[in-house]
């Protein structure tokens, strides 16, 4: 009895441990969300303009645990890949970027001030506006969305596990139920729900 004592005592203390880590974590998630840092406004980007684009716009993607999909595309006169990814890439219609934007158009773009380092530097670039005859292909309000909504959905999940956990630790003694069903089981099941609902 004892040993079955101490084995859920040790198991209470990684309960609190996870418990801590994803209020910490999910509290920093909420405090961007709510500050808006997911947001970005028109004074943190800088425009560049007269661009010529030197080759056609390419769809690229990598699979795997690490996927992504994203467009890319380079200029004259310029060493930077540039990128359309992550958010971006989420708001815009691919098709029509490849299609409509070619080899010889005069564009401009907008990149974070942030990154402005990687302008004309033998790198990727990430461009958050890229404008053709005033037209722009990408959406920053939708950009914008969906990565506050990124943040919203990390917050939940991580103070829904540090919440479950949090309970799982409370109790003094092992339930019975716990026998047949994992409290982890339980935990995953709810994420997965959670991971749905707000996706």
Known sequence: MKDHTDAWEEKQKQYLTVAIICFIVGFI??????????????????????????????FKETKGKHARKWIEFKCINNKSNFEIGTFDYKCVNDDEIINEVKAGDTISISILKADIEDFD???SCEIHSLIKNNKDYLDIKC?????????????????????????VYSFSEKPIFFNHVSPDIIIGIVVIILFFIYR
């Open 143 to 167: 950009r914008n969305k969906a990565d506050n909504n990124d943040g919203k959905l990390g917050f939940i999940i991580l103070f829904a596990i540090s919440l479950m956990t949090g309970i």
């Open 121 to 123: 530097k033998d790198t």
């Open 29 to 58: 998630f909420f405090i961007k969300v709510i500050s808006g840092e997911y947001i970005i406004k028109p004074f943190n980007l800088k425009v560049y303009e007269n661009l010529i684009i030197s080759s056609k716009p390419q």
